[in-house]
């Protein structure tokens, strides 16, 4: 396991072809990381969206709706290329590139569901390809990613895309059939959080307080018990029984949780979610 904040390699030049939600998240986490803007290029459809990016972030960006040899002319020279287009489109991606990647060019999918086998049969025979699954909170720096190696990945491809990645938060190398499990509890996972906090603050309106005030303290109490969370050394279920004084509030509250089966919950919604995933990784191969 690899934990962030160490620069990326400067002489890598990095590609992201399509920049919705995560990839802007990676591409923002890098730049925290120290990689300079010059080394970071991007393509997506439109050109407002383009002068957008160039403008919050210094970087190139090619628009394919100006230019239908974008995504052809970016990843020239590029040591390491990030798809972040939707799964529906990573075939069609890869098919369009494929003739203009370097032999030791590293793609990168950070595409939900996306196989190594699909990925690898759309681009040239021998392209080293990784499979990731990242999550938002990569864009401050504090994300989660997976790696998982394709079968021409060497070991020094992977560790340039571990150390592109680095820069977004922690970076676990994991085999592609956990990717879904671990999908369900980290990919998935903010959403839970976010979920946790929205309706933390609908108890304290129920219970009186006011909307504006209940959100900002669900907001602000889940954001520190993140903070704490992330210090070196802890676990949860340590800093929860900490916080639990014996016959106390927080301890009814838990008691209350448990009687109403949250764990149980939790677990079938983190399965449900996996599952999810292994049928959308079927529909696309389905779809070749």
């Given at each position: 396991?690899?934990?962030?904040?160490?620069?990326?390699?400067?002489?890598?030049?990095?590609?992201?072809?399509?920049?919705?939600?995560?990839?802007?998240?990676?591409?923002?986490?890098?730049?925290?990381?120290?990689?300079?803007?010059a080394q970071l290029t991007a393509t997506v459809r439109r050109p407002e969206r383009a002068e957008e990016l160039r403008n919050q972030h210094g970087i190139t960006v090619l628009s394919n709706n100006e230019d239908a040899n974008?995504?052809?002319?970016?990843?020239?020279?590029?040591?390491?290329?990030?798809?972040?287009?939707?799964?529906?489109?990573?075939?069609?991606?890869?098919?369009?590139?494929?003739?203009?990647?370097?032999?030791?060019?590293?793609?990168?999918?950070?595409?939900?569901?996306?196989?190594?086998?699909?990925?690898?049969?759309?681009?040239?025979?021998?392209?080293?390809?990784?499979?990731?699954?990242?999550?938002?909170?990569?864009?401050?720096?504090?994300?989660?990613?997976?790696?998982?190696?394709?079968?021409?990945?060497?070991?020094?491809?992977?560790?340039?895309?571990?150390?592109?990645?680095?820069?977004?938060?922690?970076?676990?190398?994991?085999?592609?059939?956990?990717?879904?499990?671990?999908?369900?509890?980290?990919?998935?996972?903010?959403?839970?959080?976010?979920?946790?906090?929205?309706?933390?603050?609908?108890?304290?309106?129920?219970?009186?307080?006011?909307?504006?005030?209940?959100?900002?303290?669900?907001?602000?109490?889940?954001?520190?018990?993140?903070?704490?969370?992330?210090?070196?050394?802890?676990?949860?279920?340590?800093?929860?029984?900490?916080?639990?004084?014996?016959?106390?509030?927080?301890?009814?509250?838990?008691?209350?949780?448990?009687?109403?089966?949250?764990?149980?919950?939790?677990?079938?919604?983190?399965?449900?979610?996996?599952?999810?995933?292994?049928?959308?990784?079927?529909?696309?191969?389905?779809?070749?």
């Open positions: 396991m690899s934990t962030g904040h160490e620069n990326a390699d400067v002489n890598t030049k990095i590609t992201f072809l399509g920049c919705g939600s995560m990839n802007e998240a990676i591409l923002g986490g890098i730049l925290a990381g120290g990689l300079p803007a974008a995504n052809r002319t970016a990843v020239a020279g590029a040591g390491v290329v990030i798809l972040g287009v939707k799964p529906v489109g990573i075939v069609d991606l890869c098919r369009d590139i494929a003739d203009s990647l370097s032999q030791d060019t590293v793609v990168l999918s950070v595409a939900a569901a996306v196989s190594l086998e699909l990925l690898e049969g759309s681009l040239n025979e021998g392209q080293p390809v990784v499979r990731t699954m990242p999550n938002t909170p990569s864009r401050v720096g504090r994300g989660v990613v997976s790696v998982s190696a394709g079968s021409a990945c060497s070991r020094e491809q992977l560790d340039r895309a571990i150390e592109a990645l680095k820069p977004t938060g922690t970076v676990v190398e994991i085999p592609e059939e956990q990717v879904d499990a671990l999908s369900a509890v980290s990919g998935s996972g903010p959403a839970y959080a976010f979920y946790l906090a929205e309706h933390m603050a609908n108890a304290g309106i129920a219970l009186g307080l006011d909307d504006e005030l209940a959100r900002t303290i669900a907001r602000e109490t889940v954001a520190g018990a993140g903070f704490m969370l992330a210090e070196d050394g802890v676990d949860a279920a340590t800093l929860r029984r900490k916080v639990t004084s014996p016959n106390g509030t927080t301890e009814q509250a838990i008691k209350t949780f448990d009687a109403k089966g949250m764990p149980g919950i939790i677990e079938a919604g983190a399965r449900n979610a996996a599952a999810r995933a292994a049928e959308i990784t079927a529909e696309l191969k389905a779809k070749g």
